[in-house]
């Protein structure tokens, strides 16, 4: 699996989850429990992946709709 998408903001996972999913692209998303540790503050990101052969079409949603691919390259 490959990064796709990192952000703070769990309402960015959240749309881009829904979008992919419409478009039959599978997605997990990680680092969903690490609030624990963190002490809810949102500080730490949380990943979106996808699998690798499925990447360059996620990213095109993404683009399309408007979503920056906050990860590093």
């Known amino acids: 699996m490959n990064e796709l998408l990192r952000s703070n903001d ?4 959240a749309f ?3 979008l992919l999913r419409g478009e ?3 997605c ?3 680092d969903v ?4 540790l963190e002490g809810s503050i949102g500080i730490l990101p949380r ?3 996808v699998r690798s052969t499925e990447l360059a ?3 095109v949603v993404m683009r399309d709709n408007g ?3 906050g990860r590093s390259m």
């Not at 769990?10 to 996972?13: E, H, Q, S, V």
């Not at 429990?33 to 624990?36: A, E, F, T």
Request: glycine letters at 4%; hydrophobic letters at 60%.
């Open 10 to 13: 769990p309402t960015i996972i």
């Open 16 to 18: 881009a989850s829904a």
């Open 24 to 26: 039959g692209i599978d």
């Open 28 to 30: 997990f998303e990680m």
């Open 33 to 36: 429990n690490m609030s624990v």
């Open 47 to 49: 990943r979106l992946m």
């Open 57 to 59: 079409a996620a990213e």
């Open 67 to 69: 979503i920056e691919l």
